[in-house]
């Protein structure tokens, strides 16, 4: 059997990204010192620093100081969203996150991945999608191109590599539907 010839050094010295994204990701490592060293409750300085590289943050927008998000220029978080403890934003595609949508600590966005079906692995950037009012629980995974539909809950370790609808509550790796949600009750009285 014939094993195809995989060059990892010119994937390697492949460009990925343009000089000005490259720019623009060099002074955010730098920036984002002042995002993760700020104080906790200073929600305001970290929303206006990721203004600064060009995201676009609603009102009353919570996210922690340890948060770690890579491109902020592709975020889009609305109004009275939460973003927990530790959870990581990669955002190599548009990501969105919805109004009053919490993205739990620990939780895992990734808005990006590598081509496994081609043998140099070229970098694939997808957007993937929070809705209004759902949960992303501790410790979840949500893959690239994938949307969490309004008011849907995805369980805490979670793994959602496919969309997950509207008030539907998933949980399991991989992710798979074990209740809905009413639209109008709280999270306490989900079923599953």
Known sequence: MNTPHIDIEANRAAR??????????VLW????????????????WRNMLLRLFKAR?????????????IIPWTLTIDDGATVGDHAILYALGPMKIGASATVSQGAHLCGGSHDFRDPAF???????????EAWIAADAFVGP??????????????VAM?????????????????????????ASNVKG
């Open 57 to 69: 943050i609603g009102r009353n927008v919570r996210i922690f100081p340890t948060v770690r998000i």
């Open 16 to 25: 990925k990204y343009s000089r000005k994204e490259l720019l623009g990701r």
């Open 122 to 132: 070229p970098l694939w950037r997808a957007p993937l999608t929070v809705e209004s």
């Open 29 to 44: 490592s730098l920036a984002s010192l002042l995002f993760r060293f700020s104080p906790r409750l200073a929600w305001g």
């Open 162 to 186: 496919k969309n997950i609808p509207a008030n539907a509550v998933a949980a399991g790796n991989p992710a798979h539907i074990v209740g809905t949600r009413s639209p109008s009750a709280p």
């Open 145 to 158: 191109g994938v949307t969490i539909g309004r008011g849907a809950v995805l369980g805490a370790r979670a």
